[in-house]
């Protein structure tokens, strides 16, 4: 199984200031038809998960742009801009190039 | 609007069963494959099976393979997962979601205990 490696596992942030969480995979997620599916969720306190980005770097509809996702191959970052109150969560990386499906552990954006 | 409501948790006996169903709206129903994610109380999250549009593919987490089966129902906009022989580790909230998890459900909760 692909293993997904998140960090930080916890992340105190400053409101208005950026934050940024790692997603490494155990292996190369492009697949064969050229895309790479990763995706990142965020999980909001005691609400369902929202997908924010699909396929590395694009932004669902609805999602601020201060939310992006970069990288390639196995490394992989969500970024957020400039932190708002309403980004506290917990915050998960997904692979769905090889099955199973999995996920990271999940990094914890609280305000400091 | 995608809209997608889990029913059919509740509390189980080990090695009892229990059959989830998912409601699903808001899209062409038999076009997009679907999804059952799961949450144990406090933990990350754990993708269980996945099934194609038609319902002739499915995928299974070996933590549930031979345990558990997706199926639905294209004529009634429903998802289901059997759950068979259920151990107190299954216990968890289970998600509903569309396609690669564009949309999930509220969840159903499903524990295991005697």
């Known amino acids: 199984d692909v293993v997904m490696t998140q960090s930080p596992l916890s992340l105190p942030v400053t409101l208005g200031q950026p934050a940024s969480i790692s997603c490494r995979s155990s292996q190369s997620l492009v697949y064969s038809d050229g895309n790479t599916y990763l995706n990142w969720f965020q999980q909001r306190p005691g609400q369902s998960p929202r997908r924010l980005i699909y396929k590395v770097s694009n932004r669902d509809s609805g999602v601020p742009d201060r939310f992006s996702g970069s990288g390639s191959g196995t490394d992989f970052t969500l970024k957020i801009s400039r932190v708002e109150a309403e980004d506290v969560g917990v915050y998960y990386c997904?692979?769905?190039?090889?099955?199973?499906?999995?996920f990271g552990q999940g990094t914890k954006v609280e305000i400091k | 609007e995608v809209q997608l409501l889990e029913s059919g948790g509740g509390l189980v006996q080990p090695g009892g069963s229990l059959r989830l169903s998912c409601a699903a709206s808001?899209?062409?129903?038999?076009?997009?494959?679907l999804s059952w994610v799961r949450q144990a109380p406090g933990k990350g999250l754990e993708w269980v099976s996945t099934?194609?549009?038609?319902?002739?593919?499915?995928n299974y987490a070996d933590s549930v393979k031979g345990r558990f089966t997706i199926s639905r129902d294209n004529s009634k906009n429903m998802l289901y997962l059997q759950m068979n022989s259920l151990r107190a580790e299954d216990t968890a909230l289970y998600y509903c979601?569309?396609?690669?998890?564009?949309?999930w459900g509220q969840g159903t909760l499903v524990t295991v205990s005697s």
């Open positions: 099934i194609s549009s038609s319902g002739g593919g499915t």
């Open positions: 979601a569309y396609r690669y998890c564009d949309y």
């Open positions: 808001g899209f062409t129903f038999s076009s997009y494959a």
């Open positions: 997904m692979q769905g190039t090889h099955w199973p499906w999995t």
